[in-house]
Every structure is written in structure tokens, then in C-alpha cells.
């Protein structure tokens, strides 16, 4: 069982930025794909990006060349920078784990809003 431990959510205005961090309580050698998720009211959950073992990134269209995903040193943690964000960046960001199978953080709230 893997925990997934999420942190830097919070409220900030337009064009504003924040990170979020995401802590992986398992080995990096069962770890194929971290990234992260959102889901804002009434919508489904969709991909925001990813990053493999190996470095390669995925991103939505809506973030790109705004948002960058990276992992830390250890390889059990994964980073996402916002910058430049807008009112339709708000929702619940949910981190990401493929290790043997996929794992879910609890969720931490984005608020874009002047």
C-alpha cells in the first residue's frame, strides 16, 4: 500500500503561482509514473501531467508552457509548479502514483480567484 502525502494547495489571485508537493511512502524502484490530476466542481477528473522514472513528461494543453512537473532527488517525490494561473486552473489536485498500480493522494484544493 502506498501513501501519498500532498501539500502547498491554497488561494491565490490571477497570474499568480503556487507548488505543489507530493511525498511517495514507497520505494523508487516500484515507481513508473508520478504526476497529478484535477477535478473541478461538476467536471470529470483529468490530467494535468506526468513524469516517468525516466523523465519523460505528459502535459494537458490547458497548462502547458504554464505548469511544470519535475520529481525530487530521492525519486519518491514529485513537484508541480503553477505559474501564470487563471481563474480556470481552480479545483481539487489530486497527486499520482502508478507503482504496481495506481494510488491517489487526498486531494488538495486550488482557488484562482481575485
Known amino acids: 500500500q502506498v501513501q501519498l502525502v500532498e501539500s502547498g494547495g491554497g488561494l491565490v489571485q490571477p497570474g499568480g503561482s503556487l507548488r505543489l508537493s507530493c511525498a511517495a511512502s514507497?520505494?523508487?524502484?516500484?515507481?513508473?509514473?508520478m504526476g497529478w490530476y484535477r477535478q473541478a466542481p461538476g467536471k470529470e477528473r483529468g490530467l494535468v501531467a506526468t513524469?516517468?522514472?525516466?523523465?519523460?513528461?505528459n502535459y494537458a494543453a490547458s497548462v502547458k508552457g504554464r505548469f511544470t512537473v519535475s520529481r525530487g532527488s530521492a525519486g519518491n517525490t514529485v513537484y508541480l509548479q503553477m505559474n501564470s494561473l487563471k481563474p480556470e486552473d481552480t479545483a481539487v489536485y489530486y497527486c499520482y502514483v502508478f507503482s504496481r498500480g495506481p494510488y491517489w493522494g487526498q486531494g488538495t484544493q486550488v482557488t484562482v480567484s481575485s
Open positions: 514507497t520505494s523508487i524502484f516500484s515507481i513508473n509514473v
Open positions: 513524469i516517468t522514472t525516466t523523465g519523460n513528461t
